[in-house]
């Protein structure tokens, strides 16, 4: 079970970003064919022209950012791993 699964009822919002790091991951219908085929059940936005991937000075494939109910980032995981510390980072936003 996903985060997005196990704590969306706790109030957990998930936003996808697609920032396409190859031209051919621009077309919308590639995206959505891709997130079906991948069981994506949260939404995910298309960043082509990588505004929000400057606004949150993203600089890595894959960037995770948990943002608190102010809007404030309050973690950020760059690349793959680091799992259980995401996870315990969620409980304790939730718990907030």
Not at 29 to 44: E, H, I, M, N
Not at 54 to 64: D, E, F
Request: proline share 4%.
């Amino acid at each position: 079970m996903g985060w997005y699964e196990k704590y969306g009822p706790q109030g957990f919002v998930v936003v996808g970003i697609h920032s396409p790091e190859f031209a051919w991951e621009h077309a919308l219908d590639k995206v959505q064919s891709a997130c079906k085929r991948l069981g994506v059940g949260f939404p995910v936005a298309l960043d082509n022209d990588f505004a929000t991937w400057k606004r949150y000075g993203t600089r890595y494939w894959p960037t995770l950012h948990l943002i608190d109910k102010g809007g404030v980032i309050r973690h950020t995981r760059y690349g793959e791993g680091g799992y259980e510390e995401m996870e315990a980072m969620i409980q304790r936003l939730l718990s907030e």
